[in-house]
């Protein structure tokens, strides 16, 4: 857990921040109603309403019961409630059974939100260094589940036989293809990833170490649904010779034939679930809600394979995280095509990006001290990284050493992927 000090975030500055990154998580929730926000539709999901406790849980417990004299908690019986999987901070509702919670209502917890954000404010102008950063691990940490929160409802919108949108569609825009996939050589010999000592990074980031990248090469963008529905048609989900064993064991089990919220009608056309409800399928936008599974099948279908996490984030070094599709306010979020261009392009933006390596420590990583060193580490094993950004991440929140990661078979979450192959 990244804990350290950044002086350059004056009180009032963090403040904004503060009161900015807290609004956005209501404005994403704003249309949802009290039931839509009490659901929970897998394990893997959380309910809105929980998420937006939470995140509040996290600011009242490591901000304002450890560093503010006096603070009473808002009421006692929430950590139980709302704690994640921290440890250390003993017992807590299972995450399966979240969705059991169907008190506190929606407007109580709103009330929470209120009460700890007018107390965190009024605390800030006193708060050290280490509560100040923690503060801002806080942000980055809701930022985490405003994402989370899009995934979820779209999973729990998606049971739903009326499809109902949570936001008003906008247009398509351009079916402009995005070109010919053209293939930029990366670097060779020794580079350098993991994160360096400027702003914030989590813990897992680091420390920044030399790896060795073989001669190789990236494609300039990522793999379409039209370039999928080629994969469909040539009989991808039933050639076991493109699968790993646990990959084709999943899909014959799941009966998985297309992405997660693909829908084909009578009238053969594919439809995509979306959080703007069901709509063709933009054959030019990137494919989305994949499993590290079916990005791996079809890389080998196409002859090539996957990047590696350090060949991505070299490719990136350097590049703009703050550009591309990305989340900026509430709204029809989805990934969006891109029209021809030169150079790598949708590197941060659209959809997550399955690399081949799995999610292990950085040489020289070494876990926090206390409950804030249980966020990542204790996860490092039977995962795989994502890299990027997507549709869904709040702009300013990713960087190319950032590590996203998740289990082979989940797909619920916006991820696609490039290829890349050797030379």
């Not at 009421?75 to 901070?89: I, M, Q, T, V």
């Not at 729990?156 to 398509?172: D, I, R, S, V, Y």
């Not at 076991?240 to 998985?256: D, F, K, P, Q, Y």
């Not at 079809?298 to 599709?325: I, K, M």
Request: proline share 6%; aromatic share 12%; charged share 25%.
């Amino acid at each position: 857990m990244a804990t350290r000090a950044i002086p350059s975030l004056a009180a009032s500055s963090l403040a904004t921040r503060f009161s900015d990154v807290r609004a956005l998580t209501e404005a994403l929730a704003a249309p949802l109603s009290d039931a839509d926000a009490t659901v929970q539709s897998m394990e893997d999901a959380s309910p809105a309403k929980w998420h937006l406790a939470h995140t509040t849980w996290f600011f009242e417990t490591f901000i304002l019961r450890d560093h503010v004299p006096d603070y009473a908690l808002f009421d006692d019986d929430w950590p139980f409630l709302f704690n994640s999987y921290y440890e250390a901070e003993g017992e807590r509702q299972v995450r399966a059974r979240r969705g059991m919670i169907t008190r506190p209502a929606l407007d109580a917890v709103l009330a929470y939100r209120r009460h700890v954000d007018d107390a965190v404010v009024a605390a800030l102008p006193d708060l050290g260094d280490e509560p100040r950063a923690l503060l801002e691990l806080g942000l980055h940490h809701e930022q985490q589940h405003q994402e989370l929160l899009l995934m979820d409802i779209q999973h729990l919108f998606a049971q739903n036989p009326l499809e109902p949108a949570m936001f008003k569609a906008t247009p398509l825009g351009t079916r402009e293809s995005p070109g010919e996939l053209c293939w930029i050589r990366g670097h060779e010999g020794e580079a350098e990833i993991g994160c360096d000592e400027e702003g914030f990074t989590f813990d897992c980031e680091g420390p920044r170490h030399t790896v060795y990248l073989n001669p190789h090469a990236i494609a300039d963008r990522l793999v379409t649904t039209g370039e999928w529905i080629a994969f469909i048609e040539d009989g991808g989900y039933g050639n076991h010779e493109h699968w790993l064993s646990e990959g084709w064991a999943w899909v014959r089990e799941n009966r998985i034939a297309a992405p997660l919220y693909w829908r084909k009608r009578d009238d053969g056309q594919w439809y995509r679930f979306g959080l703007a409800g069901a709509r063709p399928l933009d054959l030019a936008a990137p494919v989305c809600h994949v499993s590290y599974y079916e990005a791996d099948a079809f890389a080998r279908w196409t002859g090539y394979r996957l990047p590696t996490e350090a060949e991505w984030e070299v490719a990136a070094a350097g590049l703009d995280s703050g550009a591309g599709n990305q989340l900026d306010r509430p709204g029809d979020v989805r990934p969006r095509p891109v029209g021809p261009g030169e150079g790598l392009r949708q590197m941060f933006g659209d959809v997550w990006e399955w690399t081949g390596s799995a999610y292990m420590p950085h040489p020289g990583f070494r876990t926090a001290k206390g409950a804030v060193g249980e966020y990542n580490g204790k996860f490092m094993v039977g995962q795989y990284v994502l890299k990027g950004a997507s549709c869904g991440t709040p702009r300013g929140h990713g960087r190319a050493s950032y590590r996203n990661f998740f289990y082979p078979h989940m797909r619920w979450q916006f991820a696609g992927l490039r290829l890349a192959r050797d030379l």
